[in-house]
């Protein structure tokens, strides 16, 4: 059984913006949770990361600026949200938990991942 699940994902035109959702409700409290995508034929990659407290958030290069992530409490549920998408973004995206307790976008510093959510831009 998956300790987190995403959704969200679809097609969507250039410019458009998308929010994935990462059900964390498996999981114990005060994890790092990370959003990474995988592009066809591409290693995977760090998009986010979010502090438990929701307080505390890193991006990565191509991410800054465009995709935000935040955190609700009550519905267990961390957010990716997208905004200005480009064909550049297509891909899977994944969340997953790290135990750490320093904001990380590195692959091994994390487990419990999800399924994947895809996400194809498109005209």
């Known amino acids: 059984q998956l300790e987190v699940v995403e959704s969200g994902g679809g097609l969507v035109q250039p410019g458009s913006s998308l929010i994935l959702s990462c059900d964390i409700s498996r999981l114990s409290k005060n994890n790092i949770i990370g959003w990474f995508r995988q592009a066809p034929g591409r290693e995977r990659e760090g998009v986010g990361c979010i502090s438990a407290s929701g307080q505390r958030k890193r991006y990565s290069a191509s991410a800054e600026g465009r995709f935000s992530i935040s955190y609700d409490n009550a519905k267990n549920t961390v957010f990716l949200h997208m905004n200005d998408l480009k064909y550049e973004d297509t891909g899977v995206y994944y969340c997953?938990?790290?135990?750490?307790?320093?904001?990380?976008?590195?692959?091994?510093?994390?487990?419990?991942w999800g399924q994947g959510t895809q996400v194809t831009v498109s005209s």
């Open positions: 997953a938990r790290s135990r750490r307790t320093e904001l990380t976008l590195r692959l091994l510093d994390f487990d419990s």
